[in-house]
């Protein structure tokens, strides 16, 4: 079982978009969209949810009204301005209570004097396992705030890999985050190839560099696609020369195309609607299919 992982420098280089396309080409596939913090590949693949599952990461300090009274050591030393006096429960008094911005650091538990403060397990979002046209889906929702995206998207990643091992599936596709942070490490960390979707524009060639160098570190084959390559022919050439010079592989070049838009409107990929960049999005994907096949067997697959 081999994972692909389809990453960007940055948001909004048609990555997903793309994902979807290659979900939709590919024979026997498990997609899982690691893009927990932004998570948008289920407007295309519309899923229908099978089970849902909570996301608890870290601690939320949580105060006890009964046993609370209102001496404000708690406020004092959150150096997190996350914990308040309020007026108690009912109209008796002032009570501590806390907000959402706890990071769980425990100072206010320690040196509470009533021992009205405890740390509960914060849920920090969810994760679904879901089936689609194409196939099962793993994807996940990080709430507003929440943390550790980075250890929800090892989640997702170890659940669709499982899945495709129940499942007899030889490849998962995952739609990862855009950037170069935690959660883009968590997503590309020991998986077989990463595609880098890029555009064609000076901030494309910057992004491009910062992700072929956090891939190099890792190790990690990596093969990179311009998409809308047209726009700039020229910033298009430069880009395939960072590639190759890093030691990555052309993917191939993808067309503007405004019929991809008229597609997401009717939640279907760019391959079902075939739009103008439909052939270019096959050579790609057949690109793809070829490194993958060349690729070594890994030791967990």
Known sequence: MKQVVIISGKGGTGKTSLTASFARLAEHVICADCDVDASDLHLLLTPQETVRYPFVSGYQAVVDPDLCDGCGICETVC????????????????????????????????????????????????????????????????????ENSGKLVTTVRNHASKLA??????????????????????AITGTDLVVVVTEPTVSGVHDLERVLALAGHFEVPVMV?????????????????????????????????????????????????????????????????????????????
């Not at 650091?105 to 879901?130: F, K, T």
């Open 79 to 146: 150096r997190f301005d996350a914990i308040h006096l309020v007026p108690g429960t009912n109209g008796d008094g002032i009570q501590a209570k806390a907000t959402t911005s706890c990071e769980g650091c425990g100072v206010c538990i320690h040196l509470c004097p009533q021992q009205a403060i405890q740390a509960d397990d914060r849920r920090c979002g969810e994760w679904m396992v879901s089936t689609t046209r194409i196939g099962t889906m793993v994807h996940a929702r990080l709430q507003p705030g929440g």
């Open 225 to 301: 696609c311009t998409n809308k390559w047209d726009l700039n022919p020229g910033m298009t050439e430069q880009i395939e020369k960072v590639a190759i010079h890093a030691g990555a592989q052309v993917a191939g070049r993808i067309r503007y195309d405004a019929e991809v838009t008229i597609a997401q409107m009717e939640q279907l990929t760019a391959i079902e609607w075939n739009s103008p960049s439909s052939g270019d999005i096959r050579l790609v994907w057949q690109a793809i299919e070829e490194r993958v096949s060349a690729l070594p067997v890994s030791p967990g697959g």
């Open 165 to 186: 091992e129940e499942q007899g599936v030889e490849m998962v596709l995952v739609d990862g985050p855009p950037g170069v942070g935690c959660p883009v490490i968590a």
